[in-house]
Nanobody
Framework: QVRLVESGGGLVQAGGSLRLSCAASGRTFSRNDMGWFRQTPGKEREFVAAIKWSGSSFYADSVKGQFIISRDNTKNTVYLQMNSLKREDTAVYSC????????????????????WGQGTQVTVSL
């Protein structure tokens, strides 16, 4: 199984940048597809970005060109580089992993992911 722990959240001014990290443990990490989701109180969890074990990445339209997802399999770590942050980006960001590689059509859906981190708060101030 896979254990995920996010870090790197915090308070940042609008227009600034943050890089979130997701440390993963588990021998099958390199073959897990990974995703980032975000959620605000009273709202459904929203897909942000995903990266397959092969390295192909996918983004929600709302963050395309703004966020970059990457992974370093040698360090068992997935990253989310967030640039040009807006107040609308304020949320709890969670890292997730699938049980195995899936078709890209599934990766925007929370149900596709078997493992979840506890989340890290990102707050963007004016």
């Amino acid at each position: 199984q896979v254990r995920l722990v996010e870090s790197g959240g915090g308070l940042v001014q609008a227009g600034g940048s943050l890089r979130l990290s997701c440390a993963a443990s588990g021998r099958t990490f390199s073959r897990n597809d990974m995703g980032w989701f975000r959620q605000t109180p009273g709202k459904e969890r929203e897909f942000v970005a995903a990266i397959k074990w092969s390295g192909s990445s996918f983004y929600a339209d709302s963050v395309k060109g703004q966020f970059i997802i990457s992974r370093d399999n040698t360090k068992n770590t997935v990253y989310l580089q967030m640039n040009s942050l807006k107040r609308e980006d304020t949320a709890v960001y969670s890292c997730a992993a699938t049980a195995g590689t899936l078709s890209s059509d599934w990766l925007t859906t929370s149900r596709a992911y078997a493992y979840w981190g506890q989340g890290t708060q990102v707050t963007v101030s004016l």
